[in-house]
């Protein structure tokens, strides 16, 4: 059994994306490295092999 993952759709939540945003800032201030924070969200239970 795999996980897979998806990335999570966020429109509509400006404020959600606003926060990430604001934490990537705050990384960056912290120890001076850029980051790029991604949301994923795992699918459900998917038999990989189910389309071969």
């Known amino acids: 059994m795999e996980s897979n993952y998806e990335f999570t759709d966020l429109n509509g939540?400006?404020?959600?994306?606003?926060e990430i945003l604001n934490l990537e800032?705050?990384?960056?201030?912290?120890?001076g490295d850029k980051v790029n924070l991604?949301?994923?969200?795992q699918m459900d239970d998917v038999d990989v092999n189910k389309y071969d």
């Open 13 to 18: 939540h400006d404020e959600l994306i606003k």
């Open 25 to 31: 800032e705050k990384i960056k201030q912290t120890i």
């Open 38 to 41: 991604i949301a994923y969200s």
